[in-house]
């Protein structure tokens, strides 16, 4: 597959690491590959997973369609750009999701066909970076049916146990099974744990009710304190994040007590975690934590995805730049294809460009909490926000972003706790309204979402 174009558009963009032990690694996410764009199982439509309420495309392109989660090429192409950049990264991780949206109605799908989408991507990631680690976590649409991944083994925990921690080790590969969770040794001082988050989820019937699915909360905690005690740092990657969405101010993915769990557990280990990095959402965003004194102690990243489905973003994958002895991230890199010029171009392959460089284009010294915090107070700014959003949704224009709009956008990324966010919602607005994972506000809010158009 020649790449030479992909090459001169990223390779000038590449920042020069001048400590000696800085390295890279990769975080893709939310792939949701749809083996039935342009053949849909369904008369009428494009795709299986076209987005609820969407008419389907008069013209839908080669390189896919923001109606639909994105064909086999698409997603090859983006792997074998992540590879023109840069070979030879450290690690890469992986936030979930390689399932499209499909509704249960569809009969096709099985947990086989879960399984089989997952092992398709695995193998090209494989395959493209051979000898390079790469540590995945579970999404809420890799299981079948969607969301509702269960706290006790299961054949798709088993399944996937071989497929990804064949060379971890035995107790990863238990506790994955157990409860679709594990942690594993990137390197000497530094780990990833990969939490099944969506255990959490409030969308997930099967877990309702119980204060610690699976064991992970008590996991997580002994994990942490045995890193503490060798004095090792450690990531924290899963798909389902903590906190309140930044677009629709009534949609919370955590349950209540579980949300307060979590950011008590990180709150007590914030000087063992390195990172948080989630996903799920398909924007590109952040949101910070802070101790009981209001000091900023970590910062969870969540990254846009693959999928431009239901026109939420435009295709994107991100690259961290860490510090190898402390696991302290430094800068990130976000690159994405403009998938409306790629149609309208009929581009032989995707054109991936570097969307934006962290530090750069935030004028921050890296991305560390406090550094963070010093571009989350920015985003009062009108500038800042401004460009801020325009990531947010990596290029897609939703156009202008004012009150309750902005509103949202600050909240969430300040206020992970919900209590806390509705103070600073009231602040803002005047006023608390009700949060409900699936109220009415949320279906106008995605219906709103569904009908921006994108531009080239």
């Not at 990631?125 to 790469?134: A, K």
């Not at 969308?203 to 060798?230: I, K, S, Y």
């Not at 989350?376 to 897609?396: P, Q």
Request: with cysteine; aromatic share 12%.
């Amino acid at each position: 597959m020649c790449l030479s174009g992909v090459w001169l558009a990223v390779a000038a963009v590449l920042p020069v690491l001048t400590v000696a032990d800085t390295g890279r690694f990769w975080f893709i996410t939310d792939i949701h590959y749809d083996p039935s764009y342009l053949r849909p199982h369904q008369r009428g439509t494009v795709c299986d997973s076209l987005g609820a309420g969407m008419d389907p495309p008069v013209n839908p392109g080669p390189w896919g369609d923001h109606a639909c989660d994105p064909p086999w090429h698409t997603i090859n192409s983006s792997v074998y750009a992540m590879k023109a950049i840069d070979p030879s990264p450290d690690f890469i991780l992986r936030g979930g999701d390689d399932v499209p949206h499909v509704d249960r109605a569809l009969l096709n799908y099985t947990a086989r066909t879960v399984v089989t989408l997952l092992s398709n991507i695995t193998q090209l990631l494989e395959e493209v970076f051979p000898g390079v680690p790469i540590y995945s976590s579970l999404g809420n649409h890799d299981y079948w049916i969607k969301n509702q991944l269960p706290d006790t083994p299961n054949d798709v925990y088993n399944e996937l146990a071989d497929l990804w921690l064949s060379r971890v080790g035995q107790y990863a590969w238990d506790t994955f099974r157990r409860g679709g969770y594990y942690s594993a040794q990137l390197r000497p001082g530094l780990r990833v744990m990969s939490l099944n988050s969506n255990l959490f989820y409030g969308r997930n019937l099967v877990t309702e009710g119980e204060e610690d699915p699976a064991g992970q909360f008590a996991w997580m905690e002994q994990e942490l304190q045995e890193a503490r005690g060798n004095m090792d740092k450690v990531y924290i990657i899963g798909h389902v994040p903590p906190g309140t969405h930044e677009r629709i101010f009534t949609k919370r993915d955590f349950r209540p007590n579980h949300n307060k769990r979590y950011i008590g557990i990180v709150r007590k280990y914030a000087d063992v975690i390195s990172g948080q990095m989630f996903a799920h959402e398909h924007f590109d965003t952040f949101r910070m934590m802070y101790d009981e004194q209001g000091a900023p102690i970590s910062t969870v990243f969540l990254s846009p995805a693959i999928t431009p489905w239901k026109r939420r973003n435009n295709p994107a994958f991100r690259q961290y730049v860490y510090e190898r002895t402390t696991g302290e991230l430094q800068d990130y890199l976000q690159y994405y294809a403009n998938l409306t010029r790629a149609n309208l171009l009929q581009l032989a392959d995707m054109d991936w460009q570097l969307e934006y460089q962290a530090t750069v284009d935030y004028g921050i010294p890296d991305v560390s909490p406090v550094s963070m915090e010093t571009l989350r107070n920015s985003l009062n700014e009108g500038d800042t926000f401004e460009k801020y959003y325009k990531h947010n949704s990596v290029g897609v224009d939703y156009g202008s972003c004012v009150e309750d709009c902005k509103a949202a956008q600050l909240c969430s990324t300040h206020r992970v706790d919900y209590d806390e966010y509705d103070a600073c919602w009231g602040a803002r607005v005047g006023g608390v309204k009700g949060h409900r994972a699936d109220g009415l506000l949320t279906v106008l809010a995605l219906a709103v979402m569904s009908s921006v158009c994108c531009f080239i």
